[in-house]
């Protein structure tokens, strides 16, 4: 997951390849809920892992159920029904999947609980099931403001006689709710009314569907009334599997819908879930279809390609389709025309005011959108130099941050900064590196940042740091030489120039592995090994030979990939990426360096004499800088940073800003 404050994507030429996807977040909250209501051990696979997953499984420990989590699979022992007697503080998070079914579960049982959200779920309605609740006799306190979260619940003195009358066309997991949580209490047929219009009706059919697994089969009639049988009884199925997450599906159903094939291969393969799919989003693909996407589908997988091009603009109504939807929103800035997505005023009441989020993003980047109480239309901008590059807010929101990334094939060729990016655990906390996994952009589009500079300036430090900030790939350039020093002189090869051959050989051999800030030398961590001075001064001399420094051009040069890479070392900017962007030397006096130095090796208990660091320092400053291949020298165009009398974070506030500099980001 990228924890960056903000993820600069690069324009795209394409994708192609297979995806596998995490797991429904609708079919997962719901099975986590329905097994811990039922007697008896489920074991749950593929289970989503996410946000809202997360705050589902916390507080059914908190209640008491059996949670044993191995991998992907789940096993949920339930509570049968009956709820310990200790007092309970819940903490939903966002997870309208998590807040609403539980409170009606929690209510119908009955204890003493208290449920609670982020700040945005306190602005999330929740009357239309409290009123309801409160019908069947249920005891639910508003803890701050009517309507909302966070709410207090208490015991209940239920009364099942009369049809309970709950309003469907806020959000239907009021009704979810009611559904899951009556067949504990259906002594005797409970019916269900459904007042107004009811939204979102797949996600209707998903809680039937579950509950029939759970063996429940609640009757309906029509979308208006449903009846909890008398004497129905939620059993465990032993064993289910969660089906791939229709919604996230959406993202990468539109990358095949807009993207070329590239490297020879044709189409995004989205493996998990199908064409026959429980959840409704999955009526994603006739959407889709209708703008111009040719989908193939199979058990579990479907295939997407662009065929139309431009895409066809379409006028939807999208009430069965809330999440996926957002996804077209954007695909319409691909499109012919105008696109209309009507029926979605729901999309005020989710992770923010989705319309009016969208609308505020979409022209960003250039489209004129016009945005009603239930609509929104969205006609794109009207040619490659309308197109802005923009720095998309997320609002906390999941779904923002997924769709916006795919303005990242804009013919203008522009990047997309995604704020936040983070946002995504909610429900696809990976979502940004399967994108890549995917996605290819040319070489020349991947932004590298270089930091070269001599020894112990602090370039790796400050490297690192900044590829952390920015969420890059990270080259310790350096570490090449060392590793490729250590391997010859433990291979018993003499380092001198007349070896540079059989030198070669053995780096061709190497096997080498950066697993974060370690590095592994055919499965051993030589982090260490390659840190002595020793070892640095090994580097130092193989650096010099030319045929070393040119086997290791294109192994660096593989490093610059989605979506950046900062690279330290000593020729990034002059010789391994003399088209990069930023190209930052940094310096530091000898004296301040080898101070630095000194301290780094007695705090590892390192004898060391200041002085001789400092006459090493420079004995190596001058080889560095007058070897004939790849001198040490600042390229033309790199920035001189002398952080002699700066701190760390100083250093990269600096590189930062240069770097924000040459963004083309407006944000307003
Ligand atoms: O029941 C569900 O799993 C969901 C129902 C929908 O909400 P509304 O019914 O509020 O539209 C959907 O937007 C949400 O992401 C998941
Ligand atoms: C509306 C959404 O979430 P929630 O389940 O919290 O309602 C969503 O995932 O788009």
């Known amino acids: 997951m990228f924890s960056t404050e903000f993820l600069d994507l690069p324009p795209l030429l394409g994708a192609s390849g297979s995806v ?20 008896g051990t489920t074991t749950i696979h593929d289970l989503l892992d996410s946000d809202d997953t997360r ?17 992907s699979t789940v096993e949920i022992t339930g509570l049968g029904g009956r709820l310990g007697t200790a007092p309970a503080k819940l903490f939903m998070g966002n997870a309208g999947t998590a807040m609403r079914p539980l409170t009606a579960a929690l209510a119908v049982l009955g204890g003493d609980f208290e449920l609670s959200g982020v700040p945005r779920m306190h602005e999330r309605p929740i009357g239309d099931l409290v009123d309801a609740l409160r019908q069947l006799g249920c005891h639910i306190d508003y803890l701050g403001q009517d309507g909302f979260p966070p ?91 969660v089906e791939a997450d229709a919604s996230s599906a959406s993202y990468f159903i539109a990358l095949g819908a807009i993207s070329m094939g590239v490297r020879g291969q044709n189409g995004i393969k989205i493996q998990g879930v199908g064409a026959d799919s429980i959840q409704g989003d999955i009526r994603f693909i006739d959407a889709a279809k209708q703008m111009g996407a040719r989908i193939e589908s199979g058990p579990n997988w479907l295939e997407v390609r662009r065929a139309a091009w431009p895409l066809k603009a379409i006028d939807l109504d999208c009430n069965h389709i809330p999440d996926a939807a957002m996804t077209l929103a954007v695909m319409a800035l691909y499109a ?76 203008a060729g522009l990047p997309v900064r995604i704020e936040d990016p983070k946002c995504v655990a909610k429900t696809f906390p990976d979502y940004f590196e399967t994108l890549f996994s995917v996605a290819q952009a040319s070489a020349t589009h991947i932004p590298v940042v270089c930091v070269d500079g001599p020894t112990a300036s602090g370039k790796g430090t400050l490297a690192a740091v900044v590829a952390e900030k920015l969420g890059y790939h990270f080259l ?83 490093f610059r990939q989605l979506p950046g890479l900062v ?84 250093s990269v506030e600096i590189v930062l800003d240069w770097w924000q500099s040459k963004q083309p980001f407006k944000s307003a």
């Not at 797991?23 to 039922?38: D, Q, W, Y």
């Not at 705050?55 to 991998?71: D, K, P, S, Y």
């Not at 101070?595 to 004995?619: C, H, M, N, T, V």
Request: include cysteine; hydrophobic fraction near 45%; glycine fraction near 6%.
């Open 20 to 39: 596998t996807l995490p797991g429904s977040k609708s079919i997962s909250n719901r099975v986590l809920l329905l097994a811990a209501l039922c007697e």
């Open 476 to 558: 310790d350039s350096g570490s090449l030489y060392r590793i490729t020093g250590l391997a010859a002189t433990r291979a018993g090869i003499a380092l001198e120039v007349a070896n540079q051959e059989a030198i070669v050989a053995l780096l061709r051999s190497l096997p080498i592995r950066f697993e974060g800030s370690h590095i592994l030398l055919d499965g051993e961590d030589v982090s260490d090994a390659i840190r002595t001075e020793e070892a640095g001064m090994n580097a130092s001399r193989v650096s010099a030979f030319p045929l070393v420094r040119g086997a290791l051009v294109d192994f660096q040069r593989n």
């Open 151 to 241: 709410l207090r619940i208490g015991k209940p003195n239920l009364k099942l006689d009369a049809p309970i009358q709950v309003r469907g066309d806020v959000s239907s997991q009021f009704l979810t709710a009611l559904l899951m949580a009556l067949p504990l209490v259906a002594t005797k047929d409970i019916v269900i009314e459904v007042v107004g219009e009811l939204i979102s009706r797949p996600y209707i059919e998903i809680t039937l569907n579950l509950l029939a697994r759970f063996g429940v089969q609640v009757r309906r009639d029509g979308w208006q009334r449903f009846t909890i049988p008398a004497g129905c009884k939620l059993q465990s199925p032993k064993v289910l599997h």
């Open 55 to 71: 705050v589902m499984l916390a507080a059914l420990r908190t209640l008491g159920c059996g949670v044993q989590e191995n991998g």
């Open 336 to 411: 012919d025309g105008t696109t209309t997505l009507r029926n979605i005023a729901s999309w005020r009441v989710k992770e923010t005011d989705r319309i009016a989020a969208m609308a505020t993003e979409l022209r960003k980047l250039g489209a004129t959108v016009v945005e009603g109480a239930d609509f929104i239309r969205v006609t794109p901008p009207t040619s490659a130099q309308d197109w802005r590059a923009a720095s998309i807010h997320t609002y906390d929101d999941h779904r923002i941050a997924m769709c916006f990334s795919l303005a990242v094939f804009n013919p």
């Open 567 to 650: 690279a330290d070392g000593r020729d990034m900017g002059t010789i391994i990426f003399p088209n990069a962007p930023l190209k930052v030397f940094l310096t530091a006096s000898a004296t301040c360096r080898a101070e630095r130095r000194y301290k780094q090796l007695i705090s590892k208990g390192i004898p060391a004499i200041l002085a001789d660091l400092r006459a090493d320092l420079e004995a190596r400053d001058a080889r560095d800088s007058s070897r004939p291949v790849a001198p040490l020298k600042p390229a033309e165009d790199a920035q001189l940073l002398d952080n002699s009398d700066l701190t760390v974070d100083s």
